[in-house]
């Protein structure tokens, strides 16, 4: 066996743990019903990464209701008790026929992190906190200090809620904790309580009492068998109200920092705690909360290492461990005694089967775009994966053996090509796919040029070429089809994934050999001292970024009035982190700003205060991209069989889309 060090069984509290992987618990939007309990896709959801192999599952974190906050985006479960343990009953019998083992999470709120547009009436515009601070989305508005009362309430909630899940036969609990600047990690935290009763900082803990009296009050109720996993942030990684440290950064820590946190684990385990569950960040440094792409993997293991070699009971951790390389790692080596794999278990639910097999390339990776997932959560959309569309379908759409085998022909290796080429194949089809270039990957090759994201999405080009070999696919690189040629072909289905290309205007003053795109600059194009970026989507962002970390003086104006706001919008710990980098790499940022011409070695543009220049040697349009159709519009209007589109030739769009696209319609011919 390739990684025997993730395969060894180990205990939380008197439960057997059969392996070292966890599947972390992770937001699920609006997937759960409407009075939030579990259906039946969610519960095969989990069921699907059970048997994908994973040895422990922590639920989706439920909001209990204890009176104090309501929102319109948390709906208590458990006002329904009939109905709660139904489903979690359901679940659990479904993931124990894999010797899987079920911690249900729970958690009292949001406290000073809830968007102020999410409150309810009930709550007349003011959250609730330890004290009284402002409201991390809008400072402006103070949040109220909870009563002596409220708080009692909050702990009562959780105690009344665990007994509910262990009646309903789940194997453990996972409470909140002093964990991502939710609600008890706000009394944890000094610069957020300032109370001066006994749940403030009064010498004696009473701060961890939101949490520790929950822990002793669950063991009272339920018995010292039944395990109480606590989350814990080690380091918050603020360097101010709403302000991140990027990595490497030096600077003082607003918010706990390792020493305290090391006390505070030592803490939760006296008060009876079975194990720790480890995440870095909060609210106020989201990128560390929600680590993009542009954060290292295994982020958070050295911080977890200092809260295990801290305390006795095991301590679990997530973070972008995206390989089973790294996982074997973190535990042969002392770092965590379980790694938990939140996104990369929604990439490939069979993430630990394979890691078993020791067939690591066959792991579809998480590339850390966060556009299905928390991109997604934070704009009250379905969660999904952007690399894997049957997330939350793993039943209703599952990939069949076709009834008919056909010959079918791709024309486009792109993202969406080569996924529509694989499931197309994988369902019986003889599948035939053309690539007009030397390599599959389309577009995306060039998203993986920045070597802050190339480690990540090089692995998704390399784990497509392997897959769509492995099932078949007859690949047929430096060949263009043309219209007359595909209708000559034979084919039964023909799917066009041409992709788009890149936008470019001739603006006043630039001669036509000037005119240079984002795409050629990743191309190998080579570019002036001084740059001018013309478009601030997260294309241009990220060439700017790049090459400013190239030495060269670089400038970005965007028309629209903020950076990476037009069209499909990137996810929020991704802009934040975006936004920084190019901040700390000394990028000019003109908003709600338009070229209007290039004067001798100067441009000319205009926002709202007037006419400005600046100098540059190169402008680089990064102004999106044109869907290249007019092959599909052709074969359409003139071939008698199924003629199908995928891709940015459908509409330019990112990742996500094309992979769906891919998916549902490989499933379909």
Request: charged letters at 25%; proline letters at 6%; glycine letters at 10%.
């Amino acid at each position: 066996m390739k990684y025997p060090e993730l395969f060894q069984p180990f205990n939380i509290g008197k439960l057997r743990i059969k392996n070292r992987i966890a599947m972390a618990p992770m937001h699920l939007g609006g997937c759960c019903d409407s009075d939030g309990n579990l259906n039946e896709a969610v519960i095969d959801y989990f069921e699907a990464r059970a048997k994908g192999g994973v040895g422990l599952i922590y639920t989706c974190g439920f909001a209990i209701n204890s009176g104090v906050e309501e929102t319109y985006s948390t709906v208590d479960p458990m006002a329904d008790v009939a109905k709660f343990k139904i489903t979690i009953t359901r679940l659990t019998e479904r993931l124990h026929a894999y010797d899987t083992k079920l911690f249900v999470e729970i958690g009292p709120g949001s406290g000073r992190v809830i968007f102020p547009e999410m409150m309810t009436p009930k709550m007349n515009g003011q959250p609730v906190a330890p004290s009284a601070i402002p409201n991390r989305w809008n400072p402006d508005v103070i949040c109220r200090p909870l009563t002596r009362e409220e708080v009692q309430a909050l702990i009562d909630a959780q105690i009344k809620a665990a007994v509910q899940i262990k009646e309903a036969g789940a194997d453990g609990i996972c409470i909140g904790g002093p964990y991502g600047g939710y609600f008890p990690d706000q009394f944890m935290t000094r610069a957020f309580n300032l109370r001066d009763d006994e749940f403030g900082y009064d010498g004696k803990n009473g701060q961890n009492r939101v949490v520790t009296d929950v822990i002793r009050g669950i063991k009272k109720a339920c018995g010292n068998n039944f395990p109480v996993t606590a989350r814990l942030t080690p380091k918050h990684y603020i360097k101010a109200p709403m302000q991140s440290p990027l990595p490497g950064e030096d600077f003082v820590e607003y918010g706990r920092d390792i020493d305290e946190s090391i006390e505070l684990a030592r803490d939760l385990e006296r008060a009876g705690v079975d194990s720790i569950l480890i995440g870095n960040g909060s609210y106020d440094s989201f990128y560390w909360l929600y680590p993009p792409t542009y954060q290292k993997e295994g982020l958070w293991l050295e911080d977890a290492k200092k809260i295990k070699d801290a305390v006795t009971v095991p301590v679990v951790c997530p973070g972008k461990i995206n390989t089973p390389e790294m996982a074997r790692d973190a535990v042969r080596d002392g770092y965590v005694d379980c790694v938990a794999i939140g996104r990369p278990s929604l990439a490939d639910a069979e993430w630990a089967n394979k890691a078993h097999a020791g067939a690591d390339e066959d792991i579809r990776p998480c590339i850390g775009c966060q556009n299905g997932c928390i991109g997604r959560c934070f704009t009250a959309g379905r969660v999904t994966c952007a690399v894997n569309p049957q997330v939350l379908y793993e039943k209703t759409d599952p990939i069949l053996p076709a009834q008919v085998k056909k010959r079918v022909l791709v024309i486009g290796g792109g993202i969406g090509g080569m996924e529509a080429a694989r499931v197309a194949a994988l369902r019986g089809h003889e599948v035939h796919l053309y690539e007009q270039s030397d390599k599959l990957g389309g577009l995306f090759n060039l998203a993986a040029v920045p070597s802050f994201k190339a480690v990540e999405d090089r692995r998704l080009l390399n784990w497509y070429a392997r897959a769509v070999e492995k099932a078949g696919v007859h690949v047929h690189l430096n060949t263009r089809i043309t219209a007359e040629e595909a209708s000559e072909f034979g084919a039964d289905e023909i799917i066009v994934a041409t992709g788009a290309t890149a936008k470019a205007i001739p603006f006043p003053g630039l001669e036509q050999s000037e005119v240079i795109t984002a795409s050629d600059v990743l191309s190998g194009k080579e570019v002036g001292k001084r740059c001018v970026v013309v478009g601030g989507g997260l294309v241009g962002c990220e060439v700017a970024l790049w090459l400013a970390r190239m030495g060269k003086q670089v400038a970005v104006l965007e028309v629209q009035p903020a950076l990476m706001s037009a069209g499909i919008p990137a996810p929020l710990p991704n802009m934040l982190m975006m936004l920084d980098m190019l901040k700390a790499e000394n990028v000019s940022i003109y908003t709600g700003a338009s070229f209007d011409r290039k004067d001798g070695d100067e441009i000319v543009f205009h926002d709202a205060d007037g006419e400005h220049r600046i100098s540059a040697d190169s402008v680089i349009q990064s102004i999106g991209y044109r869907a290249e159709d007019a092959l599909y519009q052709q074969l359409y209007e003139t071939c008698s069989v199924k003629v199908w589109k995928v891709g940015d030739c459908v509409q330019p769009a990112n990742v996500l889309e094309a992979v769906k696209g891919g998916y549902f319609v490989g499933n379909q011919v």
